[in-house]
């Protein structure tokens, strides 16, 4: 069966692994400083932060323009495939995943399935990627699906924000509440929920104390997981070398957060995402 892929820009897929798998990617447009732009490839993002750190001002994401999509969904189509799966970020957090449904009724082609993932950037890049393997050991699209979704409500990811600033500007805490937090030195930890949305599981006072609640999160039976992080990597370095001494049997992996998501944590976040559930027999 032959079944073509289609994401968006906060799943953070290298360009190469996107032209090797045939990977149909769209971007997510944000509003930066007056002007619109596309959210660059993984390796244009300190290029957004070093603008974003010094500006008073606070990016606002937009869904691509249906004609975009269409000719995106178009393009997966043209080779004739079974079917096209759309995994596009959470529609929580985006009208993207809602302007997909719109352009697959105006395509009107029942082979376009168009997946709500409740997630983004990196733990929708695990999705793309395990989508990958099962369409590469040739599963049909209904097994795909099935198996996607036990994938998806086994997978998790926590985030500590470096400072309480970023959450503040993004309307998520009060001007009071972030002011009051940092001075106290006090740390939240911030997930990706059960429906999709971006929201604060508890406040931990220091960020040690903050790590170790996230690691007292990690199952025994994981079997994937990254150290991920926004901006600046080396006190990430720090986990991410621990959770490897930690996990010897497992490929731990180190990468960075879209920028798209990035800027509602904020730089110098650190976090950690795992799942228990990567079948692909």
């Not at 950037?121 to 097994?143: A, G, M, S």
């Amino acid at each position: 069966m032959k079944i073509n892929i289609v994401t968006d820009s906060t799943a953070t897929l290298p360009l190469e692994y996107i032209e090797k798998e045939n990977i149909h990617v769209f971007q997510i447009y944000y509003n930066f400083e007056g002007k619109e732009y596309e959210e660059g490839d993984p390796t244009k993002y300190d290029l957004f932060y070093e603008k974003f750190i010094e500006s008073e001002d606070f990016p606002t994401t937009s869904q691509p323009p249906i004609g975009k999509l269409i000719e995106i969904f178009n393009k997966a189509l043209e080779n004739n495939p079974d079917a096209v799966i759309v995994m596009p970020i959470s529609e929580k957090l985006s009208g993207t995943y809602n302007s997909c449904i719109l352009a697959k009724e105006m395509i009107g082609d029942e082979r376009i399935h168009i997946y709500n993932a409740k997630t983004t950037t990196l733990n929708l890049k695990r999705q793309v990627e395990y989508v990958v393997e099962l369409r590469n050991k040739n599963f049909d699209i209904d097994e795909i699906l099935k198996r996607l979704k036990i994938h998806r409500e086994n997978q998790s990811v926590y985030f500590i924000p470096e400072s309480l600033e970023y959450l503040k500007r993004g309307g998520r805490l009060s001007s009071t509440s972030a002011t009051i937090g940092d001075l106290l030195n006090i740390k939240p930890i911030v997930s990706v929920m059960e429906d999709g949305s971006l929201g604060l599981i508890e406040k931990v006072r220091g960020f040690n104390k903050a790590m170790n609640k996230i690691e007292s999160f990690i199952p025994e039976d994981i079997k994937y997981l990254s150290v991920v992080y926004v901006y600046n990597k080396e006190k990430a370095m720090n986990i991410y070398e621990k959770m490897q001494q930690k996990y010897p049997n497992i490929d731990v992996k180190f990468e960075e957060v879209s920028s798209v998501i990035g800027c509602h944590i904020g730089p110098g976040t650190i976090g950690v995402l795992f799942g228990t559930y990567l079948d692909l027999e």
